[in-house]
């Protein structure tokens, strides 16, 4: 069993900052590429940012410049500090794992439950 546990949504002012957190646990042998997607109301999914285990990321064009994607890998945890937050941001953010399980050694795609984020005035 892996579960992926999301922390630090919440309200924020435009022009605001946030700190979303994703730690990884349970029957894990390693981790490769972790990443934060975004759902607004009646869109689809989107990638925000993704990150590979060597530290390698990239991120949507809407978001760059503006959000960092980083991890922390003896924690199992993938981080995302948002920072400049406009009212387009707002959605729900899901953090993804790339994850090899102990048994059997295979890699498979985990989600977290996702935490809200909202900004406005």
Known sequence: QVQLVESGGGLVQPGGSLRLSCAASGSIFSINAMGWYRQAPGKQRELVAAITSGGSTNYADSVKGRFTISRDNAKNTVYLQMNSLKPE??????CNGQIVTM???????????????????
């Open 89 to 94: 941001d707002t959605a729900v953010y899901y």
């Open 103 to 121: 048994s059997p050694p295979v890699e498979s795609g985990y989600w977290g439950q996702g935490t809200q984020v909202t900004v406005s005035s």
